[in-house]
């Protein structure tokens, strides 16, 4: 079907900026809605952002709203999470996240294919 991987993570000083990437294989990048989930420690996977096909819409968790921008490069197959002003609430294991429509985009078990995850650890 479609495979993802992550990359990006690591570890950052609170106030800084991170870019996650996502490169997708198997399909082409332009038939999938993509999302990016994050899972904190001792907490559940969560939404925080999707983005359609064409790249035309995005959303965002409240949590993230203005700080966080997802963008896609179909002729790459390339998704990206640009993270600013990041918190310690930031820290968690982020996961790119593909589906084959743009329906109920926050519910984890409407994706069809994950990557591996990649970790984001912000410090004071």
């Known amino acids: 079907q479609v495979q993802l991987v992550e990359s990006g993570g690591g570890l950052v000083q609170a106030g800084g900026s991170l870019r996650l990437s996502c490169a997708a294989s198997g399909r082409t990048a332009s038939r999938l809605y993509m999302g990016w989930f994050r899972q904190a420690p001792g907490k559940g996977r969560e939404f925080v952002a999707g983005?359609?096909?064409?790249?035309?819409?995005?959303y965002y968790a409240d949590s993230v709203k203005g700080r966080f921008t997802i963008s896609r490069d179909n002729a790459k197959n390339m998704v990206y999470l640009q993270m600013n002003s990041l918190n310690p609430e930031g820290t968690a294991v982020y996961y790119c996240?593909?589906?084959?429509?743009?329906?109920?985009?926050?519910?984890?078990?409407?994706?069809?294919?994950w990557g591996q995850g990649t970790q984001v650890t912000v410090s004071l």
């Open positions: 996240a593909a589906k084959y429509n743009d329906f109920d985009i926050r519910r984890p078990n409407e994706y069809a294919s």
């Open positions: 983005i359609s096909r064409s790249g035309g819409t995005t």
